[in-house]
């Protein structure tokens, strides 16, 4: 079961909320405004977020037309699907994906509106201390990555026989998360993942498990990589690194895209606020957060 965690993110000035509209309101202005899905998006929506409700705490310093109610910005974590299912559901205005939006739930999202922020990539990482990096020459192929995850590599000396024969603990996200429905699809194929792979609940948990013990190894967001460089280092695939300029050519192919999506026309603040998101200011954060903005 993934964990679910909650940033609330709201003004702290004196002015009366009663009488905003809820995340589930439909009018033309909603005061409060809710994101639900991917927890690889999740710290980048917050940053932004807190960043703009700081600056003008309530709606109508944004935009005099607008109430003069706080700014509220409800952030929760538990991966893309249960972002979809958040707009499904009508419980949040929108769901956050780190993977693409499939052609399924595309049929059952009403008036569906998606916004790309950004590209992420699934980084082969493992810890500095792993002699693998030197001997390889930090390489790894598509092969070795598919017997490594599905058990039939157990040790490192499956690997090479210089390498230590040790256990190799294999990270993954939780299998029904957006990071591994992307790992599959690119890498795996038909071929399951090893019954035994430690499942991390988010990605930051994963990248922790690979940092705290050197036999890890897992796939690792590209940002939160960027995030932690040196902790641990990521692999070449068949020679190609996973760089910005090899995601963005798409020549290093376990990359993703970050989306926000919703049901129904945007509301003003929702406009102004995704408006935002894809702008120079929501840029620079997102390539500061260690990941790629893009522009639809």
Known sequence: MAIIFLT???????????????????SDVNTQISFSGSSTLAPVI??????FIEKYE?????DPSLPAENITIYVSSGGSGAG???????VANFGMLARGIKDSEKEKVKDLKAFTLGLDALTISVNPENPFIKL??????????????SGEYKKWSDLDKSLPNEDIVV??????????EVFQKNV????????????APTMGALVAKIIENKNAIGYASFGITNQNKGKLIPLKVDNIEPSEENILNKSYYISRPLIIMKSGEL???????????????????????GFIPVSE
């Open 8 to 26: 609330i993110i709201a003004s702290c000035g004196n002015k009366d909320t009663k009488g905003g509209d809820s995340a589930e309101s439909k």
């Open 46 to 51: 917050s940053k932004i977020s807190t960043t």
């Open 58 to 62: 309530t709606w109508d310093k944004v």
């Open 84 to 90: 979809v299912k958040a707009v499904l559901d009508n």
């Open 136 to 149: 390889k020459g930090g390489n790894i192929t598509k092969d070795e990555i598919i017997k490594i995850f």
């Open 171 to 180: 990270v993954t996200r939780d299998l029904s998360g957006g990071a591994h």
């Open 188 to 199: 795996m194929k038909d071929v399951n993942v090893r019954q035994d792979a430690i499942q």
């Open 267 to 289: 509301t003003k603040t929702e406009k102004i606020f995704v408006d935002l998101l894809k702008s120079e200011e929501g840029k620079k954060v997102i390539k500061d957060m």
